[in-house]
Structures are given as structure tokens and as C-alpha cells.
């Protein structure tokens, strides 16, 4: 997922309690990205917290497999076949193989309890693999369509999770995976270009007058800056899009979600605060940031109904 998965400095988080928010951005399945969505861990409802671990765990060890280490392209796309046979083994309630026991133990426990829909995690594996063999992307119909399978399968296990199953809000929730996974990339555009990967569109890299050699060499400029003001304006337009699903998932869920979609915003604005220069810095969300994500997550308005989820 990479999501790029690309992440500079990733490392196993301290605890297992992984929080909804976490999941619901998977560019984000790497430690790295949950720092964007620091106050909403303990929101989690708590009998959703093993499930939702089991998801993480699940991509952020596909992630691995895809992102980490020194194996050859071939070895990972080997790897990640060998972890789909496992996902399909417990999907049809066999035993899969030793290797990953860690992993789909916990998640076959949850696929049998909540019946997760088998086919968005495949997407996630499908998404990883992509990851491995593609690293330019035409136009923003591709960016997107890659979004369907990295980020956009999270936000609808989480909606599973809750009960909530409606088309309004399976569109509105693609729209804030999108919109958050849109936002990392232009987050980590200098990381990104250090492994020679491009999520920036190749029509928008041209309409702006640049080359995929200077973006690669993080050649700062003002054209440069220009078009990562544009895809975060973009990114930012998605997110309000989905805004509206805050208000239909209810209790903790609702409210955690509220935390999320202000922790991508955050970004957006730290973006432009330093005038998107992000090929040469990685704005970064902090403790610090805690008390105004609050403060904008409480003044985010409730429709007078809510959607009825599972668990509060």
C-alpha cells in the first residue's frame, strides 16, 4: 500500500489495541501515517478492538511483505500469493499455512464473527501488488483507481464492522479513504520521489510544466509547489465530500471518524501552511495538534438522525 507504503522511519506499534481511525486511512497501514490521527486511538469501541486489529495486522504484514526488506519484485509478488492462499484458506474456514499463524489467527476469528466481505481484502493485496510493479500514474483516473483497492476496501470493513451497509454512506466513506490516501501522497512526495515512485499524474505533472526528472531529483520550484497545491486542493475537496458521514455513524465510531477527517485535513493545512513544499519537508501532526483537532471535531454539526450501527 503502500501506499506508498512508503514510509521512512515505519516501526511496529506498541500496542495491538489499534484504533478504527488508524485502520480507516490504510495508506496508512504503516506507523508512520497513524501519527497523523494522534488523539482518536482510545475511541475505538471496544468490542470492535480485536477485529479491528486483525484487519490491521493483516495489511500491515502484506504491506512487509510488499514494501520492506531487500527481495527481489518477484520474491514479493511469490509472497503476497502465498498470503492471499492463506487469506483464502481461512475464508473458506481451513488452515493455512505456519508462516503467518500470528496474523491469520485473529482474523479468521473475525472474518467468522462479523462475516468480513472476503473480497475487500483481496483488494488490499491487489493494491500492494500494483505497488510492486507500477510506479507512474497517467492521469488522476488512474490515481483513483488505485485508491479503490488501497484505501477505499478500509473504510468499507469499518462500515461492515458497524452495520452500516447503505449506499450513501459506502460512497461517502470511499470518498474520506480516498481523499486521506490522496493527502499522504502529497504528504510524502519527497519520500515518495527517493524510491522512485510518483503518485503525482503524469497530465498534471505536464499541464504544469514539469518533468518527471526534476520531481525526482526534488527539484523545488514554484511549478512544483503549484501543482502540489492543486492535488491537495483536491484531496481537501474529496474529504468534504465524505463529510457528511460523520453524522451517520453513530457514538464513538461517529466521533472518531470526526477525529480522522480533521487529522487528513490538518495535513492539508500544514501543507499549505509551508506553500507545498513538501518534496523538500513532510509536514508532520503532533500532540500539539490534540486540542484543535478536538475543538474542530466538536464543532462539526449533527444532522438530527444518525444511522444505527452495531456497536457504540
Not at 492471499?84 to 475464508?91: G, K, P, S
Not at 519520500?191 to 526528472?213: F, K, N, Q
Not at 471535531?297 to 444532522?303: C, D, E, L, T, W
Request: charged share 20%.
Amino acid at each position: 500500500m503502500h501506499q506508498t507504503r512508503v514510509c521512512a522511519h515505519r516501526g511496529k506499534p506498541a500496542s495491538l489495541t489499534v484504533s478504527a481511525a488508524a485502520a480507516w486511512t490504510i495508506r496508512g497501514v504503516s506507523v508512520e501515517h497513524y501519527e497523523n490521527f494522534p488523539v482518536a486511538s482510545w475511541l475505538c469501541p471496544a468490542p470492535l478492538r480485536g477485529s479491528v486489529a486483525a484487519i490491521y495486522w493483516y495489511a500491515r504484514t502484506a504491506d512487509d511483505i510488499a514494501d520492506e526488506g531487500d527481495a527481489l519484485p518477484a520474491q514479493r509478488l511469490a509472497d503476497l500469493a502465498a498470503f492471499r492462499a492463506d487469506l483464502m484458506a481461512v475464508a473458506a474456514r481451513g488452515t493455512p499455512s505456519p508462516r503467518w499463524q500470528t496474523v491469520f489467527a485473529p482474523l479468521s476469528v473475525a472474518i467468522a464473527r462479523h462475516h468480513l466481505p472476503i473480497h475487500l481484502l483481496d483488494d488490499l493485496l491487489r493494491a500492494f501488488e500494483q505497488d510492486i510493479v507500477k510506479t507512474r500514474y497517467l492521469d488522476r483516473a488512474e490515481v483513483l483507481d488505485y485508491c479503490s483497492r488501497s484505501a477505499n476496501p478500509v473504510g468499507r470493513l469499518l462500515l461492515h464492522l458497524y452495520g452500516v451497509s447503505d449506499a450513501e454512506s459506502l460512497a461517502q466513506s470511499d470518498a474520506i479513504c480516498t481523499a486521506l490516501q490522496l493527502i499522504n501522497f502529497w504528504q510524502d512526495v519527497g519520500i515518495d520521489t527517493a524510491r522512485d515512485r510518483l503518485y503525482l499524474p503524469l497530465a498534471d505533472i505536464a499541464s504544469h510544466g514539469l518533468s518527471v526528472e526534476s520531481l525526482l531529483a526534488r527539484e523545488d520550484s514554484p511549478a512544483s509547489r503549484g501543482l502540489i497545491a492543486e492535488m491537495t486542493a483536491w484531496g481537501r475537496d474529496l474529504m468534504l465530500q465524505g463529510v457528511p458521514l460523520v453524522h451517520r455513524v453513530a457514538g464513538r465510531a461517529g466521533w472518531e471518524l470526526r477525529l480522522v477527517v480533521q487529522g487528513g485535513l490538518r495535513i492539508a493545512d500544514k501543507i499549505e501552511q509551508m506553500d507545498h513544499a513538501t518534496l523538500l519537508q513532510r509536514p508532520r501532526i503532533g500532540k500539539a495538534d490534540a486540542p484543535l483537532l478536538l475543538w474542530r471535531a466538536a464543532r462539526m454539526r449533527a444532522p438530527s438522525t444518525t444511522l444505527t450501527r452495531k456497536a457504540a
